[in-house]
């Protein structure tokens, strides 16, 4: 077994007992869904940012599984284990067609929707392109949606990217933490994800977030240095003045949803509620 299985076990075990692993058949390959909660409960799909892997929102589980049905979903092209086989992943229509899939293999003709950073992109251009799907749209430090990166973030990110290493990775968890001290099991397997042979993150345009018609939250990372804060929050609200917008005090980009989970877990229960 590898050291990246070992990791992704080992933080699997941190979910609650009853949580269930799915794969679900999709044209693109099978993709492994976390799932906890009532079955009868509103159903909540959680994306990840990027490296992350579903398994992120472990600390977040066992308060949203209390009142909705869960499934965190491990990304189409991205460490983890879903499958790339069949239909090849070129775009981001690609994944779009994706999640219209998983969604029908798993029986949701409509879900709340929480996305993460990169999966925080991904879950707008979703809900625009099915927005007869989704019920809620709620958005952790989203990337490449109200502005772009910081260009020190990705100075310092290119290492990662050019030439990926676990020390390299490290590295730039610990700047971009800065003292919020994630859990270690998950900065081990983020770590050996971007390692991971064969990973293909689809990027693309900025989502056109003002046609966004359902109700959206937005929640940014006080010390996020992917962005700044500020002015996505502003952004944000220009673009869509009737959303919900706050920041969470003492995070940062990447410390997220590990920063305080309880913080993130009273908010978006507020909202979905």
């Known amino acids: ?113 929480c996305g993460h950073s990169y999966g925080a992109w991904l879950a707008v251009r979703y809900a625009l392109h099915a927005p007869q799907r989704v019920d809620r749209l709620a958005l952790v430090d989203p990337t490449q949606v109200f502005a772009g990166f910081r260009l020190r973030y990705l100075l310092r990110a290119l290492p990662t990217l050019i030439r990926p290493s676990q020390a390299r990775a490290r590295a730039f968890l610990a700047w971009e933490t800065a003292d919020t001290h994630p859990d270690e099991t998950w900065q081990r397997l983020y770590a050996l994800s971007t390692t991971v042979p064969g990973r293909k993150l689809i990027a693309g345009a900025r989502p056109r977030a003002a046609d966004l018609r359902m109700p959206v939250l937005v929640l940014l990372a006080e010390h996020s240095r992917a962005h700044h804060s500020a002015e996505v929050a502003a952004e944000a609200r220009r673009a869509l003045p009737r959303s919900e917008v706050t920041l969470l005090p003492g995070a940062t980009h990447h410390s997220l949803p590990l920063t305080a989970p309880e913080q993130l877990n009273d908010r978006l229960v507020d909202f979905l509620d």
Do not use: C, I, Q
């Open 1 to 113: 077994m590898s050291a990246f299985d070992l990791a992704y076990d080992e933080l699997r075990a941190r979910w609650p007992g009853s949580t269930e692993e799915r794969d679900v058949a999709t044209p693109y390959g099978r993709t492994r869904v976390h799932v906890y909660g009532p079955a009868d409960g509103s159903p909540l799909v959680l994306l990840p940012g990027g490296s992350a892997t579903g398994l992120v929102w472990f600390a977040n589980a066992p308060v949203l599984g209390g009142r909705y049905r869960v499934h965190a979903v491990d990304l189409l092209g991205d460490a983890g284990r879903t499958e790339r086989r069949g239909t090849p992943l070129k775009s981001a229509d690609d994944l779009t067609a994706w999640l219209d899939a998983l969604l029908d293999g798993l029986g949701l003709a409509r879900t709340h929707l």
